[in-house]
């Protein structure tokens, strides 16, 4: 039933009121009475009545000043104006706080049960949204998952025009700068043959890893983490600070391999243009793990260490092939037939690419750059640079590649 308290301060015209019809039968129980303003904004406080009858003026605090606090108090309160012919200049201002209605002084019985019946109608409306919203809430969280892989799958391959990702990204309540990263995590299936052995599914094992990124990551909201159709999972995410992000992918490993067993490949990549260049971020990342899912599982565990010591200035075939208990020369063997790519190129290849993440960072100088990706070198860093991309740092830098 719909709760209601009579505020006036006349008992008659109270008592006329609790007697003027059967409360009932409109399914409304009077659940007090007030006889001043401040008593009446107590008992709203403590009891939440869904309709108020409010004489306009009442000692203490009168009729217009109870609206303005009750409004704070019950939102969704119908409150309904009791008034004189005398009192009829204040109507016009509580009009003004929206009131929903008014009766004139002395009060006519078909009137009020005509005005109650009015505002019965709007708390069942009221009433009738209230549970559509709580059901199309459960309906919306039951699919909210579905929802949001359809976005996320559509986004990464281009089929959206740039204001509806804004709106996605809103309806979701993710929050994503400018400066974003992207990175593609792949369970390495030949490092882990017995990958689904052990009771844990695809899903299952996705989701521990998912958690773990975002463990590392930190804020929530600024993390997008979906699994594409060939189950790799793909995290966006701020950056905030690119070195700090560079060291995250084998963070991300090494917490995956401690906590759950399992061995996995790791791209990170810096998107240009920030949501705009995701689609081309997917597609260049995709094309570098899905080349290492194909390779030998002794190359795999090499290039992993590579991926992750690359700023190492000593790093060398030597050392990795010491670390791997191979021959130089077989590592570097395999190494070729598989990447094809030599040691010193493909270790080339790694640090230049992180060389032009960090470079999106214009606070970097060129010779700090070097020394990050694992060159003492300056001069030395430069040529290899313009190898691989055909322009000098300082081009690459303030031209349209960066």
């Not at 009858?53 to 009729?63: A, K, Q, T």
Request: proline share 2%.
């Amino acid at each position: 039933m719909y709760k209601l308290i009579i505020a006036d301060d006349e008992a008659r015209i109270r008592r006329g009121l609790r007697n003027s019809m059967n409360w009932n039968e409109l399914n409304i129980e009077i659940i007090g009475e007030a006889e001043d303003g401040e008593i009446a904004l107590n008992l709203a406080k403590e009891k939440m009545p869904n309709i108020m009858l409010v004489d306009i003026c009442m000692p203490f605090v009168n009729g217009l000043d109870l609206i303005k606090q009750l409004k704070d108090i019950t939102e969704n309160c119908i409150i309904i104006i009791i008034t004189g012919f005398d009192e009829f200049e204040y109507i016009h201002e509580a009009l003004k706080l929206k009131v929903f209605d008014y009766i004139l002084k002395p009060v006519n019985r078909d009137n009020l049960k005509e005005t109650i019946l009015k505002a019965v109608n709007e708390l069942n409306k009221i009433e009738e949204k209230k549970n559509y919203l709580e059901w199309a809430n459960r309906h919306l969280d039951d699919n909210l998952s579905a929802l949001k892989a359809s976005f996320l799958s559509k986004w990464l391959n281009g089929n959206l025009q740039h204001e509806d990702v804004v709106k996605e990204l809103s309806f979701f309540n993710i929050k994503l700068g400018k400066n974003i990263g992207m990175i593609a995590i792949k369970v390495i299936e030949r490092l882990n043959l017995d990958v689904y052995s052990n009771g844990w599914d695809k899903e299952l094992i996705n989701f521990a890893i998912i958690n773990i990124a975002g463990d590392l990551l930190g804020d929530p909201e600024s993390i997008v983490s979906f699994v594409d159709e060939d189950n790799n999972i793909i995290i966006i995410t701020n950056i905030e600070n690119i070195e700090e992000w560079l060291k995250i992918g084998s963070e991300i490993g090494d917490k995956v391999n401690s906590y759950i067993h399992y061995t996995v490949s790791i791209e990170q990549k810096k998107i240009l243009n920030d949501i705009l260049g995701v689609k081309n971020a997917y597609k260049d990342i995709i094309h570098d793990i899905s080349k290492k899912r194909n390779y030998k599982p002794v190359v795999n565990l090499a290039v992993k260490y590579i991926d992750r010591n690359y700023f190492l200035n000593h790093l060398s075939l030597d050392s990795v092939s010491e670390n791997l208990n191979l021959s130089p020369s077989y590592l570097s063997k395999l190494l070729k037939q598989e990447t094809g790519l030599s040691f010193i190129d493909y270790l080339t290849s790694v640090r230049i690419k992180r060389a032009i993440d960090i470079m999106s960072d214009p606070t970097v100088k060129i010779y700090q750059i070097a020394e990050l990706v694992g060159y003492n070198n300056q001069h030395y860093f430069c040529k290899a640079f313009k190898k691989i991309t055909g322009f000098s740092p300082k081009e690459y830098r303030g031209g349209n590649n960066n």
